[in-house]
């Protein structure tokens, strides 16, 4: 009576021993946002929701904060027991649907701290007043060793540390983790790892077959003069670059003129450049356009073809600041010198070759050209000498440059040899 005058909330819970004492094999299908599974979770009747929740997260690793139970199309709450909700015999069904981290408000540090305190050891039983410690009369799940592994930030979901994605739904591995050193994978993991390994050595050669295909593709157009220049049957044989901007004269490349291939031919055999240009010219600007190696092969000779090449090599040397040719005479092989290299063994005639020189700069049967300071030598003859890398003019006798800063008949530098019928040097052999 007192009870209802003050009309106070009543809660109905059941003993324990009125649920059955034997294990229940629940059946759980587990969805998120992206993919589903089914499980089987042993349980008893009077276990409470949150126990379930907590057994799940050991189990796991789904954090209790991302789980939503629903048995008998009831949203459970934790207080209540899983027999209240029907769960009595195997083969009852329960759905759990996981919730994202984002959305469950769940941060990756308050996950790993939760999960440390799962993983932790129970606390001893303190005896009480009596002397006697009282049993516990619901079931207890083992203590399981920590999950090595990396914890989804998208779903909580721990995986394996060689992973590189999430196995749930597929969110990439966080960037700052690391996997230990002393970690050994199972079968499973060293499975995936070799077909990841064998799918990467399939396309690293699917691509070197494209290349040796497109290889074979440009050798094969080796002797053809290429798609922009088309050969028109007119006498001689003439050839036309690709359509561009009109004009009466006969030109080449870009220009969308034609010229003859006896024209082409000359134009590149007696180019001094190492690329060579379309002959055509009007009022307002050259053509551009450049004659590709394949075209020019297709033109020429292949003894022709050599010396174009030659002239290639000749221009590269004349331009490259530290090269040095070598002193075997009319020898074509020339190095690109560093401080650390002393010698140069020439590739063509195998002579051995002094990058520095020295003694011989110091005795005089050597010197240092004036602009590229390369080491010199006159073998015989007057003292007019070229150095074969920058094509200066030297005099021998003075150790200098034969003429001026404008180039030969400059007479305002340069050893000023007959200049006012005089010789640049009591020695002078003449230097021309």
């Not at 907590?54 to 934790?78: A, E, K, M, N, T």
């Not at 998208?154 to 994605?165: D, E, L, S, V």
């Not at 050798?219 to 009466?248: C, I, K, N, T, V």
Request: proline residues 6%; aromatic residues 6%; glycine residues 8%.
């Amino acid at each position: 009576m007192a009870l209802a005058r003050q009309q106070a909330s009543l809660r109905i819970l059941l003993k324990e021993s009125s649920y059955p004492t034997n294990e229940i094999r629940m059946k759980v299908g587990v969805e998120d946002a992206t993919c589903s599974a089914n499980i089987t979770i042993r349980v008893h009747a009077h276990m409470s929701i949150g126990t379930l929740r907590q057994q799940v997260f050991q189990d796991y690793g789904f954090h209790p904060s991302v789980q939503r139970w629903i048995i008998g199309q009831c949203l459970c709450v934790d207080d209540r027991t899983i027999g209240s909700y029907g769960i009595r015999k195997d083969g009852d069904t329960a759905f759990l649907y996981l919730l994202s981290a984002k959305r469950a408000n769940l941060s990756e540090q308050r996950c790993e701290e939760d999960k440390a305190l799962v993983m932790l050891p129970p606390a001893p039983s303190l005896p009480d007043s009596s002397g006697t410690e009282e049993k516990r009369k619901y079931s207890t799940l083992p203590n399981m060793a920590p999950k090595k592994g990396w914890a989804c930030a998208k779903c909580t979901y721990i995986n394996k540390p060689t992973r590189p994605g999430c196995e749930m739904c597929s969110t990439d591995r966080p960037v700052e983790y690391v996997v230990p050193g002393s970690y050994q994978p199972d079968e499973t993991e060293l499975w995936r790892m070799q077909q990841e390994e064998k799918g990467i050595l399939q396309y690293q050669q699917a691509l070197e077959d494209e290349r040796l295909q497109n290889l074979q593709q440009l050798l094969q157009l080796g002797g053809a003069p290429g798609p922009r220049w088309a050969a028109w049957p007119l006498s001689g044989g003439e050839l036309r670059g690709p359509a561009g901007r009109p004009g009466p004269s006969r030109g080449g490349g870009s220009s969308g003129a034609c010229w003859a291939r006896d024209c082409l031919r000359q134009v590149v055999i007696y180019s001094q450049e190492p690329q060579v240009s379309c002959p055509f010219r009007d009022d307002t600007s050259p053509c551009s356009s450049k004659l590709q190696e394949r075209e020019v092969r297709a033109l020429v000779s292949a003894e022709e073809y050599k010396r174009f090449l030659e002239r290639g090599l000749v221009a590269a040397e004349r331009r490259t600041q530290n090269s040095y040719h070598c002193k075997t005479a009319d020898c074509q092989g020339w190095c690109i010198y560093e401080d650390a290299v002393n010698e140069f063994r020439c590739p063509i005639c195998w002579g051995l070759n002094c990058l520095l020189c020295k003694t011989l700069v110091q005795m005089g049967e050597a010197m240092h050209c004036p602009v590229c300071r390369i080491i010199v030598q006159k073998k015989d003859g007057c003292d007019w000498i070229r150095c074969t890398v920058c094509q200066t003019e030297i005099c021998w006798v003075t150790k200098g440059p034969r003429w001026g800063p404008a180039g030969p008949g400059d007479t305002s530098g340069g050893c000023r040899c007959n200049v006012n019928g005089q010789r640049c040097h009591p020695h002078c052999q003449n230097c021309h």
